[in-house]
């Protein structure tokens, strides 16, 4: 896994999208996120890069900002992950206590049946932080 800023400058971004298998892209649902994410996807298109992309900080309802940009990549053809990452008090209140929020005090399995898909459960629990 490799953290990039949000706009790598193009030798950057070609040197990370041949070295990984598969590129993701995480964009929040407002306006400019969205923007940046397709300058980026623009950018990964001319270097044949396998990428996905991943809807973060979605409202909870009755915001319908997450379904809407959801709509729009998958209109655009673009490739997007089914499972996508709601913006949950508890991830502020884990920052807030310096912990992750795998390990806040909801209970697990139902903090990991909100947030990750099947797979990253098994992970985690296989795996414990």
Same mark, same amino acid.
């Given at each position: 896994?490799?953290?990039?800023?949000?706009?790598?400058?193009?030798?950057?971004?070609?040197?990370?999208?041949?070295?990984?298998?598969?590129?993701?892209?995480?964009?929040?649902?407002?306006?400019?996120?969205?923007?940046?994410?397709?300058?980026?996807?623009?950018?990964?298109?001319?270097?044949?890069?396998?990428?996905?992309?991943?809807?973060?900080?979605?409202?909870?309802?009755?915001? *319908?900002?997450? =379904?809407?940009?959801?709509?729009?990549?998958? %209109? #655009?053809? /673009?490739?997007? @992950? *089914?499972?996508? =990452?709601?913006?949950?008090?508890?991830?502020? %209140? #884990?920052? /807030?206590?310096? @912990?992750?929020?795998?390990?806040?005090?909801?209970?697990?399995?139902?903090?990991?049946?909100?947030?990750?898909?099947?797979?990253?459960?098994?992970?985690?629990?296989?795996?414990?932080?």
């Amino acid at each position: 896994m490799i953290d990039t800023p949000a706009r790598p400058d193009p030798d950057e971004l070609k040197t990370v999208a041949e070295g990984c298998d598969l590129l993701i892209l995480p964009s929040s649902p407002d306006a400019m996120a969205l923007t940046a994410m397709v300058q980026m996807v623009e950018a990964l298109h001319s270097l044949k890069s396998n990428y996905r992309i991943l809807l973060t900080l979605i409202p909870p309802a009755p915001s *319908k900002v997450g =379904i809407e940009s959801r709509r729009t990549i998958e %209109k #655009a053809e /673009l490739p997007i @992950f *089914k499972a996508e =990452i709601r913006r949950l008090a508890v991830f502020q %209140k #884990a920052a /807030l206590a310096g @912990f992750l929020s795998v390990l806040s005090k909801m209970p697990m399995p139902k903090l990991l049946g909100v947030v990750m898909p099947l797979s990253a459960r098994r992970y985690c629990l296989d795996h414990p932080f």
